[in-house]
């Protein structure tokens, strides 16, 4: 039995409606395809829309912006990528597994980039960069981090950080980076610190969550 709400994320990515959805909320605004109706045949927003014309909140509104913001970067797997991923699961509660865990990290993002980010991920997790233990474990690292502190990874270089210390030190505690030894600094005694360099983590979320 699945550990989480009946969600339908999973097969919301080849659901025959969502490039059409997409589409729609390209031409207009989240909340006037809400209103029309245009999001109900992707499963996943169907579940969400329908229970919003009960009680329509902000909250509801602002998970639908979400799902749509990792949606737009899932439509991006080849058609054969994505019907083999989706068969990957072993069952159905295996599949409701992850669609609810993933569904909970999108929820939670506290804007509409970590989404997308995550959905990245998704691409090159079906495309076999890593695999799903991989992904999941990045994609509650990027949950964790400070959207601003991810940017730093995208001009980084190897070595002692003298800018974006907090930066640095966050992405290093969350596995991003990692120490890479000490600098002795100068013979005056200026210079030096904690060398750092990017982990496995950091180098697949530059080379595929960072990327636009």
Not at 118 to 129: K, Q, T
Not at 144 to 153: G, K, P, S
Request: proline share 3%; glycine share 10%; charged share 25%.
């Amino acid at each position: 039995m699945s550990k989480y709400p009946l969600n339908k994320l999973v097969p919301s990515f080849t659901s025959e409606s969502l490039a059409d959805a997409l589409t729609t909320v390209a031409d207009t605004s989240i909340d006037l395809a809400i209103d029309s109706g245009a999001l109900d045949g992707v499963p996943v927003i169907g579940m969400l829309t329908g229970m919003m014309k009960v009680a329509r909140s902000y909250r509801e509104r602002q998970l639908v912006a979400k799902l749509v913001a990792f949606l737009e970067e899932v439509d991006k797997i080849p058609a054969d990528e994505r019907a083999e991923f989706q068969n990957s699961f072993s069952d159905s509660d295996d599949q409701e597994d992850f669609g609810g865990a993933l569904l909970t990290l999108i929820d939670r993002a506290d804007d509409l980039e970590k989404p997308r980010i995550i959905g990245r991920l998704l691409v090159a997790h079906a495309g076999g960069v890593f695999n799903r233990a991989d992904l999941m474990r990045m994609s509650k690292m990027v949950d964790r981090c400070y959207i601003e502190d991810l940017a730093v990874l995208v001009s980084f270089r190897p070595g002692v950080q003298s800018q974006s210390a907090i930066a640095v030190q966050s992405l290093a505690s969350e596995g991003f980076l990692h120490q890479a030894g000490i600098d002795g600094g100068r013979a005056d005694g200026s210079g030096g610190g904690v060398i750092y360099d990017m982990s496995q983590y950091g180098v697949w979320l530059l080379e595929h969550g960072l990327n636009e």
